[in-house]
């Protein structure tokens, strides 16, 4: 019997890396497709060196570009027929500055990969998927998508913006009567290289990312959890689900007319 088809995005580092070689490890075939091709030859040499039968392709691909997405859906269903199982999981931190600072083209960047890469993903995918009536196709978020940190709207928006998307498609799915499943996963912090551009940087922002950054999970923790959710068919996939109920209840407690009127912390 064939191996099932895996797509992930952002596969060139961090949980990307970590769940390219997590599904490896559970029989998938891998699509690793990430926009800096060096770091991507890199993640798929270092794949066969410890799985010397993992079926691997690697596609340079930029979420940014509906084009380039298409093309890497395009190039999987050539070489190994139908997707089984999509992750968009690439994505950056955005500009850490006030939501009325920091420049333009990062806020922008921000949106162009952690926004309009996921829905390149969900409109290069689910039609096919759709059509075959099966498949996953599983976003990556973050706690982010449930309560914004100061300095971190442009992340936060996009985040949220991941939910939205999600939980829409969730319920066309359901609509349409489809067998197609999604997930969205919302880890806490990973200690990955999501914030690494930000050494040697020294806004209080800043600072605070980096110092979570080392309390933070292994992306290995996190593709084990996610594979788990997966397999188990869930579709809100978390690592700490105590911390997505403190933030819905502080939006709650503003509605309530709470005071005062949002913690001006994050929950924890
Ligand atoms: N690290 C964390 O604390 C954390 C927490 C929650 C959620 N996340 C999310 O997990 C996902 C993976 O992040 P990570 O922490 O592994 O960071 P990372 O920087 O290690 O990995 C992100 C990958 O995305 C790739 N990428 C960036 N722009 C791209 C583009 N335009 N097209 C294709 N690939 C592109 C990068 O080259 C990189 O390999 C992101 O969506 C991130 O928001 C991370």
Not at 143 to 166: I, R
Request: charge should be negative.
């Amino acid at each position: 019997m064939q191996k099932p088809v895996a797509v992930v995005t952002g596969a060139a580092s961090g949980i990307g890396l970590a769940l390219s070689r997590a599904l490896v490890d559970a029989g998938y075939r891998v699509a690793l497709a990430d926009v800096r091709v060096e770091p991507l030859r890199a993640a798929r040499d270092g794949i066969l060196k410890d799985a010397p039968s993992a079926e691997l392709l690697d596609v340079v691909s930029d979420v940014t570009s509906a084009e380039s997405v298409v093309a890497l859906a395009e190039t999987v269903v050539r070489e190994w027929g139908a997707v089984d199982l999509v992750i968009n999981n690439a994505g950056v931190i955005g500009p850490v500055s006030t939501t009325w600072s920091g420049p333009l083209e990062q806020w922008h960047l921000a949106v162009d990969i952690n926004f309009w890469g996921v829905l390149h993903g969900m409109r290069a995918f689910l039609p096919g998927m759709i059509e075959r009536d099966s498949g996953r196709l599983v976003n990556v978020a973050s706690v982010a998508a449930w309560s914004s940190a100061p300095q971190m709207g442009s992340y936060g928006a996009t985040k949220h913006a991941v939910m939205a998307l999600t939980e829409s498609a969730y319920r066309e799915l359901a609509e349409l009567g489809s067998k197609v499943a999604l997930s969205v996963v919302c880890p806490t912090t990973v200690r990955t290289g999501l914030v690494t551009h930000l050494e040697g940087t020294e806004s209080a922002g800043e600072a605070k990312l980096l110092a979570a950054r080392e309390r933070g999970l292994q992306p290995e923790e996190v593709a084990a959890l996610v594979l788990e959710g997966i397999a188990a068919g869930d579709y809100l996939i978390t690592t700490d689900r105590a911390w997505l109920v403190n933030a819905a209840k502080q939006r709650l407690g503003v509605a309530e007319g709470g005071e005062p009127p949002l913690d001006r912390e994050p929950p924890r």
